[in-house]
C-alpha cells in the first residue's frame, strides 16, 4: 500500500508539472504561427483565437501521451538517482512491480487520450477547415480591411480603401444600396496588362444574386508594360459586375476531418490509414508506458540524465512510425490489421524485453552489493 501510494503521487505531482510547460512551449508556437497566418490574410483575425482552440484540441492527445511518457521516466529515474530504487529492491519488489502503479494513474489519461483521438479530435480538425474554408470563400471586395492595403485571393489585385460607414437608401424593386466607401484604390495586373483605378466612394448593388461594383467620381490609367502604351479615363459612374462567392462547407472532408464512424463505414484506403493512425496513437501511449519503466533506469553515480534523452529518441521514433504505417496503408503497401500488429507488437515486446533486461540488471547488481558486503 504504501509502495504504491508513494509511486502513485510522485507521477501524478510530475505528470501535472511536466504537461504545464510542455502545454505553453506548444500553445506559444501555435499562437505565433496561427497570428502568422493571420498577417498573411489566411485566415480572419477575429478567428485566431477560435482557431488556435482547435488547432491545440487536435495536438493535444500527443502532448498528453509525451508528458505521460516523460513523467514517467522522470520520476523512476529521481528514485534511482536517490537511490530509492535500490531500498525497493532489497524489500522484494521487481521492476515489473512498477507496472500496476503506473498504469493505475495512467489509465485515466489514457482513456481521455484515446476519446480525443477517435472523437474529438476529428470534430476540431473539420472545424478548423470549415473556419478557414469559409474566410478563403470570401470575395476580394469583403477582405478588404480600411486603411490597409490587402492583395486579393489570386494576387492579381490590391485594394485600399477608407469606409466612411454610411449607407445609401435602397432603390426601388430588388435592388439594395450600401455605401461602402471613400478614396478607393484599385491596382490589377494581368499579364503585361497593368491598370490603376482610384475613385472618390464606392459601393455595391445588389439585385438578388447579382452584386455590382460602383465607383463614382474617379479615374483609371491603363499600361501595356510590353509596348509602353498608357491610356488614362475619367469617368462620374463606373459599374463592374462581380460574384460575391458564398462561404463554402467542404463537401469532401480530408480522412484527417471526418468521424471514426465515418471511416469505419468507408474502409478505403485513406480512411483505413487514417483509422490506424488514430488506433496507434492510443496504443502508442500505453506501450510507451511500458517502456518508460525499463528506459528509467539509471546508475546513481551518474550525474547525467541520458535516459530521458534516450527517452524521447524513442518516442519521437515510435510517433513518426505511426504516422509512416498510416502512409503505407494509404499507399496500399501494408494491410492495416498487419500494420497495427507488426508496429505496435514489436514495441510492446521490446518494451517489455527492456523491462525484463532492466530487472534482472538491478537484481544482479543488488546481490553483488550483498556479497560483497
Not at 360 to 366: E, F, I, Y
Request: charged share 20%; glycine share 8%.
Amino acid at each position: 500500500m504504501v509502495f504504491d501510494t508513494t509511486v502513485r503521487r510522485e507521477l501524478a505531482r510530475s505528470f501535472g508539472a511536466t504537461l504545464v510547460v510542455i502545454l505553453t512551449i506548444v500553445l506559444t508556437m501555435l499562437l505565433i504561427r496561427t497570428v502568422g497566418q493571420a498577417a498573411k490574410g489566411q485566415v480572419a483575425p477575429q478567428d485566431v483565437v477560435l482557431l488556435l482552440g482547435f488547432v491545440a484540441l487536435s495536438n493535444l492527445p500527443t502532448m498528453l501521451a509525451l508528458s505521460l511518457f516523460v513523467a514517467v521516466v522522470v520520476t523512476l529515474g529521481r528514485m534511482y538517482r536517490d537511490s530509492e530504487m535500490v531500498i525497493w529492491f532489497a524489500s522484494g519488489i521487481g521492476l515489473r512491480r512498477f507496472v500496476r502503479p503506473v498504469l493505475r494513474t495512467s489509465w485515466p489519461v489514457l482513456l481521455v487520450i484515446a476519446v480525443l483521438t477517435l472523437f474529438v479530435v476529428p470534430w476540431g480538425s473539420r472545424s478548423g477547415l470549415e473556419l478557414r474554408d469559409r474566410y478563403a470563400a470570401r470575395s476580394d471586395l469583403s477582405r478588404v480591411t480600411p486603411g490597409v492595403f490587402q492583395q486579393s485571393s489570386d494576387g492579381s489585385r490590391v485594394f485600399f480603401i477608407e469606409r466612411n460607414g454610411t449607407e445609401a437608401a435602397p432603390s426601388s424593386g430588388e435592388t439594395t444600396a450600401q455605401a461602402l466607401a471613400r478614396n478607393v484604390f484599385v491596382l490589377a495586373s494581368n499579364g503585361d496588362h497593368e491598370s490603376v483605378t482610384s475613385a472618390s466612394s464606392g459601393r455595391i448593388d445588389s439585385t438578388g444574386e447579382a452584386q455590382v461594383l460602383v465607383l463614382e467620381r474617379g479615374q483609371r490609367t491603363d499600361l501595356d508594360r510590353a509596348t509602353g502604351d498608357r491610356a488614362r479615363a475619367s469617368f462620374e459612374d463606373y459599374r463592374v459586375r462581380i460574384d460575391e462567392r458564398a462561404a463554402r462547407l467542404a463537401t469532401q472532408l480530408q480522412p484527417r476531418a471526418m468521424a471514426t464512424v465515418d471511416l469505419l463505414g468507408d474502409p478505403s484506403l485513406p480512411h483505413q490509414g487514417e483509422l490506424a493512425w488514430r488506433i496507434g496513437l492510443a496504443l502508442g501511449a500505453a506501450n510507451l508506458l511500458l517502456l518508460g519503466i525499463g528506459l528509467s533506469a539509471t546508475s546513481p553515480r551518474r550525474a547525467s540524465n541520458w535516459n530521458l534523452l534516450f527517452g524521447l529518441l524513442a518516442f519521437v521514433v515510435y510517433y513518426n512510425l505511426i504516422g509512416l504505417s498510416g502512409a503505407w496503408i494509404t499507399s496500399g503497401r501494408l494491410d492495416m490489421g498487419a500494420a497495427l500488429l507488426v508496429l505496435h507488437g514489436k514495441a510492446l515486446a521490446l518494451a517489455m524485453l527492456v523491462l525484463i533486461w532492466r530487472e534482472q540488471g538491478g537484481l544482479r547488481r543488488l546481490r553483488f552489493r550483498k556479497a560483497a558486503a
